[in-house]
């Protein structure tokens, strides 16, 4: 049996150890693959969950503010409806008509202002306008309606066409608009606001200014809204950008890959 010569053991030596380093490396780089694709995962179910809570905190936020409404509206309201029906029915026979019909024309007003209060709060849900007739209506109508009552000037525009979008779509931009609404009224000292609609090849974008005191970004408390308005447009993979406006106070664009999908007749 012929012996290895020295040059052959080294070969087979270097060759040994080239193998066992490239091994090594493949080893490593599947290890720090994985601890990438472990972390990236970890991100996303960490990202995930965030939406999810801030979703949650909204939603528990609505009903909390449906049933503030509720009691201390409604709920006002039909205890003295059911006062007022047990005095009547303490009333005796004898008991003086002009009394007895007061007491119901003041029963009779206070359904009326019952039925008109829970109205308001149904419509303030999700108005028969948005579902019947679409967003750019349901937004304009809000605008009308909210100039009407804080005097201050608001303007709606509309650049996309007339068409109707997923329900999911509308109802989160009028959420939306309502939020920076009762924002900009609370916090902004705004004597103008201005909200349009424009219809891209890329997508829908929303874009919403006033010309009140603006903020700073890392200065803003969560009560603004800021983590419901994110939480909303993270459910529909869309991006929110909030910033000083260009000639002052707030600027906040939303865009979302969205197209119409129902043409208004």
Known sequence: MQTPTPDLIFVLII???????????????????Q??????????????QEVFKAVFEAQEGERQRLAADLHDSVGQVLSVIKLNLHRLK?????????????????????????????????HNILPPLLTDYGLVAALQHLATKMEKATGLRIIFRAEQGG??????????????????LNNA????????????????????VFTF???GVGF????????????????RVALLHGEIKLGPGPGGGTLTQVQLQAQPAVEVT
Request: include cysteine; aromatic fraction near 4%; hydrophobic fraction near 45%.
């Open 15 to 33: 060759g040994t150890t080239v193998m066992v380093v490239l091994l090594v490396f493949i080893f490593v780089m599947v290890v720090l693959s």
């Open 35 to 48: 601890r990438r694709m472990i972390n990236y995962q970890v991100a996303l179910h960490a990202s995930k």
């Open 90 to 122: 303490k009333m005796e026979a004898p008991a003086p008509l002009p009394a007895r019909q007061a007491l119901l024309a003041d029963t009779n007003s206070l359904t009326e202002d019952c039925i008109n209060e829970i109205r308001n709060i149904i």
């Open 163 to 180: 068409g109707r979008y997923a329900r999911e779509v509308e109802v989160a931009l009028y959420r939306v608009t309502q939020e920076l």
């Open 185 to 204: 009224l609370k916090h902004a000292r705004a004597t103008v606001i201005e909200f349009s609609l424009q219809q891209h090849a890329t997508g829908l």
């Open 209 to 211: 200014t006033d010309n």
């Open 216 to 231: 700073e970004r890392d200065k803003v408390t969560p009560g603004q809204g800021l983590k419901n308005l994110e939480s």
